[in-house]
């Protein structure tokens, strides 16, 4: 089976990159920016044509929350016009596509875990393309999966525990969110899902699932555990959202149901035993 991979230099793409050898029978294509514009509908429809593929797994985004706010028209290219291509060609050349969304489609107003069947309700520009690009895949899409995640990390790139790692060897102490409740989602668990879905029979239509790791925690919780586990000395203390304003606003609460998901595939680790894999993963690198 062969494996279309877009945004492959971004954490989830590495992540599956990462997992390839344990995948002898598909192969992959990697693209990036540079070898395929996905917005650009006319260079993509010629791509896919001579690929021949069997799947496309859209790790593209612009995840620049805060900056999506003045940079609108490219958020919603990237964000929802280039899947709605994805989209309308993977009916075109019948391959099954895998997109990858976000807990940013909530309101974030919930307190218990959102399933997928809850009602959405975007707030910023982030969030209503991540929407947009929802939509478009079951309006355009005869044979797709969307996988929704959230607080994405790895060894890979920039991410919060890396940033934390940094500054934590640079400060005496941290102030950090702590009125914003999630879960934290170690891209490695999240690429082996998608290999295990494509790995499975496929059933033609338009499936949701969500995918984080298991548990609950606040940013700042999140923080102190990637102190603890680096052994980094440093105070961590709890603050409100109103005491660190950002351009676009955030989900109060986005923690995401994973019962359909551990029902009709594998249970998930919790989000604490992937992050200590992570950090021995970051030290290995290092």
């Known amino acids: 089976m062969k494996v279309l991979l877009t945004g492959s230099k971004g954490q989830l793409g590495l992540s599956i990159k990462n997992l390839e050898s344990s995948y002898p029978h598909l192969s992959f294509i990697y693209t990036d920016i540079e070898e395929l514009d996905i917005t650009y509908k006319p260079e993509l429809d010629k791509f896919i044509a001579q690929s021949k593929i069997d799947f496309l797994v859209n790790c593209a985004a612009y995840t620049a929350v805060d900056k999506a706010e003045v940079e609108k028209k490219k958020a919603a290219l990237i964000n929802a016009t280039a899947v709605k291509h994805l989209a309308e060609l993977s009916s075109k050349y019948n391959y099954k596509l895998i997109h990858i969304s976000t807990d940013y489609v909530f309101s974030g107003t919930h307190f218990r875990p959102y399933i997928e069947t809850d009602p959405t309700g975007p707030n910023g520009v ?35 525990v890396k940033t934390i790692q940094r500054l934590g060897l640079e400060r005496e102490k941290l102030n950090i969110v702590a009125d914003q409740v999630g879960t934290p989602t170690y891209a490695g668990d999240l690429a082996k899902a998608i290999l295990y879905i494509i790995n499975k029979p496929n059933q033609d239509g338009v499936e949701i ?32 959202t109103e005491d660190y304003p950002l351009p676009a606003p955030r989900p109060f609460y986005s923690v995401l149901s994973k019962e359909k998901f551990t029902r009709k595939f594998y249970p998930i680790p919790h989000w604490k035993t992937s992050l200590r894999d992570c950090l021995q993963n970051i030290k290995k690198i290092n």
Not at 128 to 150: G, Q
Not at 216 to 221: L, V
Request: hydrophobic share 35%; aromatic share 20%.
């Open 126 to 160: 982030y969030a209503e393309t991540k929407k947009k690009a929802e939509d478009y895949v079951y309006k355009h899409s005869k044979n797709a999966l969307i996988l929704r995640t959230s607080w994405l990390y790895s060894e890979y790139g920039n991410n919060f």
């Open 209 to 240: 699932y969500h995918f984080s790791n298991e548990g609950i925690a606040s940013w700042y919780d999140f923080a102190r555990e990637i102190l603890e586990i680096s052994k980094i000395s440093c105070e961590v203390f709890p603050i409100k």
